[in-house]
T-cell receptor
Framework: GESVGLHLPTLSVQEGDNSIINCAYSNSASDYFIWYKQESGKGPQFIIDIRSNMDKRQGQRVTVLLNKTVKHLSLQIAATQPGDSAVYFC??????????????FGRGTQLTVWP | GAVVSQHPSWVICKSGTSVKIECRSL??????MFWYRQFPKQSLMLMATSNEGSKATYEQGVEKDKFLINHASLTLSTLTVTSAHPEDSSFYIC???????????????FGPGTRLTVL
C-alpha cells in the first residue's frame, strides 16, 4: 500500500504569498523523492526531485526540503501565482537501483490561489 | 526533452468492447513504462510495470487478462482494456523512466492521460 501521506488535503493562499505543502513518508529506506503538479484533466508534471543525501534543493520559485529524521518532505512555492493552482503530489521511490523503480504517491494537496 | 504522449486523449465506448491506449516516449528511450489509473479527486494507483521485450508486472488486484500490456519497442507501450465495463471508466496515465547514456534514471515523466468512459 501507500507509504506516503500528506498532512493537508487542501491549501488556499493569496496570490503573491509563499506556499508550503507538506508530505510524510513512512519508509525509511526511501532515498529518492519527487514532487509533481497535476492540473485538472492532465497528467502529473515533474516539478523537482531530491535524493536522501541532500536536505534541500532549489529550483525556479520552488524549494524542496527533506528531513530524514522525522521522514518529512515539503515543497515551498515562492510568490504563488494563479497558475500554480493544482493538485500537488509527493512520491517516493523506496527501491532505488531496482529494475522496477516504482513510485508510491501520496494523496495529494489541492492548492488554490486567490487574488 | 522527456516528453511522453498518449493516444487517444479521451475515448467513449460501449460496454463489452475493447479499447487500446498508446503511450509513447517522443525524445528518449524508455525501457520501462508504468501504467496508472486515477479516479476523481484521488491519487494515482499503479496498475503495472511495462518492460520492453518482456512481460508486464502487475500490481496486486489488477487483472492481467483484462488489462493487456504490450511493450514492443523502446518508445511504445500499449494498454488494452478488454471487454470494458462502466466500472473501468477512469483516467489512465502512463509514465516512463528516462534512459540517457545507457543509464536509467529514477525520474518518471508522465503522459497527458486518457479519459475512458464506458457506457
Amino acid at each position: 500500500g501507500e507509504s506516503v501521506g500528506l498532512h493537508l488535503p487542501t491549501l488556499s493562499v493569496q496570490e503573491g504569498d509563499n506556499s508550503i505543502i507538506n508530505c510524510a513518508y513512512s519508509n525509511s529506506a526511501s532515498d529518492y523523492f519527487i514532487w509533481y503538479k497535476q492540473e485538472s484533466g492532465k497528467g502529473p508534471q515533474f516539478i523537482i526531485d531530491i535524493r536522501s543525501n541532500m536536505d534541500k534543493r532549489q529550483g525556479q520559485r520552488v524549494t524542496v526540503l527533506l528531513n530524514k529524521t522525522v521522514k518529512h518532505l515539503s515543497l515551498q512555492i515562492a510568490a504563488t501565482q494563479p497558475g500554480d493552482s493544482a493538485v500537488y503530489f509527493c512520491a517516493e521511490n523506496p527501491n532505488r537501483g531496482s529494475t522496477l523503480g516504482r513510485l508510491y504517491f501520496g494523496r495529494g494537496t489541492q492548492l488554490t490561489v486567490w487574488p | 526533452g522527456a516528453v511522453v504522449s498518449q493516444h487517444p486523449s479521451w475515448v467513449i465506448c460501449k460496454s463489452g468492447t475493447s479499447v487500446k491506449i498508446e503511450c509513447r516516449s517522443l525524445d528518449f528511450q524508455a525501457t520501462t513504462m508504468f501504467w496508472y489509473r486515477q479516479f476523481p479527486k484521488q491519487s494515482l494507483m499503479l496498475m503495472a510495470t511495462s518492460n520492453e521485450g518482456s512481460k508486464a508486472t502487475y500490481e496486486q488486484g489488477v487483472e492481467k487478462d483484462k488489462f493487456l500490456i504490450n511493450h514492443a519497442s523502446l518508445t511504445l507501450s500499449t494498454l488494452t482494456v478488454t471487454s470494458a465495463h462502466p466500472e473501468d471508466s477512469s483516467f489512465y496515465i502512463c509514465s516512463a523512466r528516462v534512459r540517457a547514456g545507457g543509464i536509467i534514471t529514477d525520474t518518471q515523466y508522465f503522459g497527458p492521460g486518457t479519459r475512458l468512459t464506458v457506457l
